[in-house]
């Protein structure tokens, strides 16, 4: 039975090997008969033995040639024989059409195209040197090399940008969450979490993605909401006869492995809940509350992938790519959590975390080109992203709370708490993109896109138990026993939350070439977004809870059914409490309830734009472009804890006008000098407006109305930003470059996480002052360091490292929530000083057999999660060096074969609140372990 979990563990996803190499295809026609296709003709490479033939279809394909140029040979017997010369480019695909007849055919005939496959580096880095703003891209093959699983985890890897080990949380140039975009094909993507603006990037699997680009410099067809940068994913299209790929795999977590591990009831193997249907008061009513007992912890991938193009007459193509993935994850921490307000107010210094996740991803793309100046793609993308978590806070008997009135400990010790919860997301993406482009000399072509996003987002039925006195669950005495900790009702409570999003957001460019040295574009974008949300909780209010004690703690269901509640005074074990009961006539005791938090938002957004591509010679490319844009911002709630007389109700308008301006100065063939200048501006996320309150075990967050013009209306809606940037680039070869980076920010009104210095501790969302400063500098460098052959690397060497220095004032405000500071300037939440990425890749060759072995690194420094205020110091998330290792093994033509270890030195996930009065105290910490796993992948 070992061996074989041993063996089970060892499979996972393999990856697509290498495509530094480029391909020629085509389709061969006869001029003879009404050009039908033409089939079994011959096509050889001259000079040498390489050689195929057309299909029934006509058509053919060399794959995998390295890049030169090319003589092909079109023979069939009766005809005239052509030889057509091609260049070869590594990344991209050659597409030679040829009408076969009598007589050769004249060149017009001939239709010579080149794509670029936009997944190799070398394709990446040709792209990044003709683009005319400043980015960086990944493709799919440097992910499959860096053993990279999804899209979070491949942004980290490009310069100055770190993601939060063991999260989704992505920084780019150290600036957090709300200063970023995330689009997918250029639309707009929906946020998964109440928490965050953008969506969270680890749900996109390397399956569909071809790459990701970073933008960090402006240009005004991004919406004006741009500060650090756009991340834009580009799906996976296919062009060719078919294939399919199927992976099966498994893997393990160094700290979940052995471990009895549980899960909360009502959640599915595949991350589906299957109580929605239901009322929440019945489920409190009819469903328990003990976690139940989990599947092994061997973690279990497999996907399926494939395509096909069909070929029509007049070069129409229909192209299919399709993707269905599966997999989870087990995690198991052991650490500390603690809720440091003004004082401690509760202190878990044993706490236990079982985390089940699931991450199914679909994908449909569906490309047509209607022939040569005319293609449609459809793009349709389904994720469901779940965690299933309980947790055990205070395991030894040594957890305290400052309220805790019943210990019996002299220290005030015995403290307990089971935290139960279980978030889904769904997410369901459907895009429509076209590309029109002038069939005359006249240089036009028009792209659109249209897409509409939902997301369902829920947590539930959260389930947390505090407890008195838990050491006595642990004495081995029957006579002592827990009692429920029960200050409020709430304590004890089943809590629901749900959202909604619907968004439309669509795009139109109208491109015109004047002449070699003058393009311009002018363009519309927009969207539309919408989020419906609202939360309940029922407390459970324990009767005579001194002569009712809790004889087994993981044995709540004996307790909390529906025999149990209390129908009259003095009788039964509890009753149940919501704040806002269907009639106030009826009491809020054992009876539904409606809910007791709820907020709409509404964000629309309409803009217009224009820009100029200026060539001045063979050297400078200017870039001036200028958009303006148009954006409303509504908000209603309806929430406990805010002051009675406020109108719940914040809107907003404004017109801004966004200018931007981008040099290149191509100092060689080579070498680019880059400069960026532009306006943009952040914009208030309804997560950030919305005062709703969520309480974690020992954290509180929430949002602040006053964001949108203050408490008055008079104050800033959004925060003014202007961004410079100075960019070398020296493109060494193919697959190498050298890049230096120098950038700066000044914010206007800035926005920051603060947690309050009063016995909430709530953290929520300020202006803290009139403007903050940025600057930094980035270097990028990848280098091949040792060569197998002339064409073939066998050591190469990637390093991306960026240093930030961020400074703003601090204020004291007034208004629906106050705050102040003892301090009058303070860093920027979020940002990192240091950030470094850093990865060796050996490649050696023994007969047919080629392994890749690849060594990836990170590290970010301390950086603030959350500004203190008061004499209080921050919460300080402390610096994370990840390490990872990837072996990706060719078992034959069609059978790859791959391991991987990924944190390897297993740090330390700490958060700390500085300057206390006591010293610094850390709040939060935990190890993430280990994952460890061998992956197998065949491909038909």
């Given amino acids: 039975m070992r061996n074989l ?159 939060q080990e063991s999260s989704s949380e992505v920084y780019v140039r150290g600036l957090g969450d709300r200063y970023q975009n995330t689009t997918m094909n250029g639309l707009s993507l929906p946020s998964t979490d109440v928490n965050k603006k953008n969506i969270d990037l680890d749900l996109f699997s390397t399956d569909i993605i071809e790459n990701i680009s970073v933008s960090k410099a402006y240009t005004p067809n991004f919406y004006g909401d741009f500060a650090a940068g756009n991340v834009n994913i580009n799906s996976k299209e296919y062009n060719g006869s078919g294939f399919l790929n199927i992976s099966l795999g498994s893997g393990v977590n160094s700290n979940a492995a052995g471990e009895t591990f549980v899960r909360n009831d009502g959640a599915s193997f595949f991350g589906y809940y299957n109580r929605y249907n239901n009322n929440p008061f019945a489920v409190v009513l009819s469903h328990p509350v003990d976690p139940q007992q989990g599947e092994s912890p ?146 036009i072509e028009v792209t659109w896109g249209f897409g509409y996003n939902k997301v369902l987002s829920d947590e539930p039925d959260r389930k947390r138990f505090s407890f008195e006195n838990y050491q006595f669950a642990l004495d081995n005495d029957q006579t002592t026993n827990p009692i429920f900790y029960d200050n409020i009702p709430f304590d004890n409570q089943r809590f629901f939350q749900t959202i909604e999003d619907n968004e439309y957001s669509s795009f139109l460019n109208f491109e015109k070439e004047v002449s070699e040295n003058f393009t311009f574009n002018i ?14 909780r029922y407390g459970y209010q324990i009767i005579d809870k001194e002569n009712n004690p809790v004889l087994d703690v993981n044995d709540l269901n004996s307790i909390f059914n529906v025999n149990n509640i209390s129908t009259e005074e003095g009788q039964g074990l509890f009753s149940t409490i919501v704040l806002n009961p269907i009639s106030n006539e009826i009491g809020n005791t054992n009876v539904p309830g409606l809910p007791e938090n709820t907020y709409n938002g509404l964000l629309t957004v309409n803009a217009g734009y224009a820009n100029a591509e200026i060539n001045l010679g063979e050297k400078w490319l200017l870039v001036p472009g200028v958009r303006l844009e148009y954006f409303e911002q509504e908000i209603e709630y309806d929430v406990i804890n805010i002051p009675p007389n406020d109108p719940g109700v914040r809107s907003v308008s404004e017109t801004i006008i966004l200018p931007s301006f981008n040099i290149k100065y191509a100092l060689n063939d080579d070498s680019n000098l880059r400069f960026s200048f532009s306006k943009t501006a952040s914009i208030p996320e309804f997560k950030e407006v919305a005062p709703f309150v969520y309480e974690d075990v020992t954290l509180r967050y929430g949002g602040n109305p006053d964001l949108l013009g203050g408490p008055d209306g008079n104050g800033p809606t959004y925060s003014e930003i202007y961004n410079f940037d100075l960019k070398y680039e020296w493109f060494v070869s193919s697959d190498e470059i050298l890049s230096l980076a120098a950038f700066a920010k000044r914010i206007d009104d800035p926005v920051n996480r603060v947690v309050a210095a009063d016995a909430t501790g709530t953290q929520r969302y300020f202006r803290t002052g009139n403007n903050a400063d940025v600057f930094g500098l980035e270097v990028e460098l990848r280098k091949n360091l040792l060569l197998r052959d002339e064409e073939n690397t066998l050591l190469s060497f990637g390093f991306n490292g960026s240093y ?26 979020g940002a990192s000083k240091w950030v470094f990425n850093a990865d060796f890749t050996y490649k050696p060759k023994f007969g047919n057999y080629e392994p890749r072995l690849t060594l990836v690194s990170s590290y970010f420094s301390d950086r603030i999660y959350s500004i203190g205020s008061g004499q209080l110091g921050n919460i300080v998330e402390k610096s994370v060096t990840a390490l990872n290792f990837v072996w990706n093994s060719p078992i034959s033509e069609k059978l790859d074969l791959t391991v991987s270890a990924s944190n390897l030195l297993n740090p330390n996930i700490s958060f700390v609140r500085e300057d206390t009065g006591s010293g610094d105290i850390t709040i939060s910490e935990f190890k993430a372990g280990v994952n460890m796993g061998l992956s197998l992948k065949y491909k038909f």
């Fill in 804 to 829: 930030l220095f961020t400074e703003q004032d601090l204020k004291d405000i007034s208004g629906t929530f106050t705050t102040s500071f003892d301090r009058s300037t303070e860093e920027l939440e």
């Fill in 5 to 163: 979990q041993f063996i089970l563990i060892l499979l996972t996803t393999a990856i697509t090997f290498a495509q530094n190499t480029g391909s020629i295809v085509g389709k061969l026609t006869d001029k003879e008969y009404n050009n039908e296709p033409l089939p079994f003709a011959n096509i050889l490479i001259k000079g040498t033995t390489t050689g195929t033939t057309s299909d029934i279809d006509g058509l053919y394909q060399f794959a995998e040639l390295a890049p030169g140029t090319y003589t092909l040979i079109f023979s069939f017997v009766g005809y005239e024989t052509q030889e057509i010369k091609a260049d070869v480019v590594a990344g991209k695909v050659t597409t030679i059409n040829v009408p076969m007849g009598a007589s050769a055919a004249s060149l017009e005939e001939v239709v010579i195209t080149t794509t670029t496959r936009k997944e190799s580096e070398a394709a990446l880095l040709l792209d990044q040197k003709k683009a005319v703003e400043i980015k960086q891209s990944i493709g799919a093959v440097e992910l499959s090399r860096k053993g990279i699983g999804d899209a979070a985890a491949a942004v980290s890897k490009i310069s100055g940008i770190s993601k």
């Fill in 523 to 536: 363009g519309y974008n927009g969207r539309r977004k919408k989020r419906i949300f609202n939360s309940i």
């Fill in 298 to 443: 061997i973690n279990l991938n497999g996907s399926i992938s494939g395509g096909y193009s069909f070929d029509f007459e007049n070069d129409m193509r229909l192209s299919v790519f399709a993707t269905l993935g599966f997999s989870n994850g087990f995690e198991y921490r052991e650490g500390i959590a603690r809720d440091f307000t003004n004082v401690l107010k509760v202190d878990y210094p044993n706490v236990e975390e079982y985390n089940y996740s699931t991450n199914t991803t679909g994908m449909l793309n569906l490309d047509f080109k209607i022939d040569n100046q005319n293609s449609l793609k459809y793009s349709s993308l389904f994720i469901n992203s779940s965690s299933d978590e309980v947790g055990y806070y205070g395991t030894q008997g040594r957890g305290f709370n400052r309220d805790d009135i019943a210990s019996v400990d002299p220290n005030g010790l015995g403290f307990f708490t089971i935290n139960g919860r279980f978030n889904q997301d769904m997410v369901f993406v459907n895009q429509l993109l076209g590309t029109h482009k002038s069939s005359d000399d006249d240089g």
